[in-house]
């Protein structure tokens, strides 16, 4: 299958700092990926759909001026989590959509954790 | 809006113990439905896409299946390295994002 790589892994910040999460797809090219959160123990809760070159779609309740995303190129999108707080702490995953199939492809996912 | 139901929420299996997982979905129109395997602390591995009724795949032990409804996975002969959690998902005509379910929890005890 399709790689999708996610980086960091886990990070652990201040609050009020930014924290900006990569993901890449390796081996295709991903028009489309996607921003997931989960909490423990529920499933994936879809925070945002990004098209390249274009502003990504949030899904209602989702603040698009905290959780910044930027999708540059057809392998390559962030999500910029900005001025952290506890309540942000989480597990943020991506995905990326491989062209013509409609199966997304995640990463590993990064464990945030907001002292 | 679409909705996905998984059950059980937990199972728990004895080594070489066959059984079934249940998906049941409501969508305006299926693109597709997935399965995933997820394991603790990392993303969603891709298992399956179904997108008619009738369809069927086989991976290893495990084989899914969809009716109009649901969507079942089965295990035959499970083994411990089976334990994971495994999620559902739906794409609707006029989404293009998925709906996960809660996912069940497996657990195959040696």
């Known amino acids: 299958g399709a790689v999708v790589s996610q980086h960091p892994s886990r990070v652990i910040c201040k609050s009020g700092t930014s924290v900006k999460i990569e993901c890449r797809s390796l081996?295709?090219?991903?028009?489309?990926m996607f921003w997931y959160r989960q909490f423990p123990k529920q499933s994936l809760m879809l925070m945002a759909t990004?098209?390249?070159?274009?502003?990504?779609?949030?899904e209602q309740g989702v603040e698009k001026d905290k959780f910044l995303i930027n999708h540059a190129s057809l392998t390559l999108s962030t999500l910029t989590v900005t001025s952290a707080h506890p309540e942000d702490s989480s597990f943020y995953i991506c995905?990326?959509?491989?062209?013509?199939?409609?199966?997304?492809?995640f990463g590993a996912g990064t464990r945030l954790s907001v002292l | 809006e679409d909705q996905v139901t998984q059950s059980p929420e937990a199972l728990r299996l004895q080594e070489g113990e066959s059984s079934s997982l249940n998906c049941s979905y409501t969508?305006?129109?299926?693109?597709?439905l997935f399965w995933y395997r997820q394991d603790p602390g990392k993303g969603p591995e891709f298992l399956f896409t179904?997108?008619?009724a009738g369809e069927e795949k086989e991976k290893e032990r495990l084989k899914a299946t969809l009716t109009k409804k649901e969507s079942f996975l089965h295990i035959t002969a499970p083994k411990p390295e089976d334990s994971a959690t495994y999620l559902c998902?739906?794409?609707?005509?006029?989404?293009?994002?998925?709906?996960f379910g809660a996912g069940t929890r497996l657990t195959v005890k040696p």
């Open positions: 995905s990326g959509e491989a062209g013509g199939l409609n199966i997304q492809y």
């Open positions: 081996d295709f090219q991903a028009t489309t």
């Open positions: 990004s098209n390249e070159g274009s502003k990504a779609t949030y």
């Open positions: 969508v305006s129109g299926l693109r597709g």
């Open positions: 179904l997108y008619s």
């Open positions: 998902a739906v794409q609707g005509r006029n989404n293009n994002d998925m709906r």
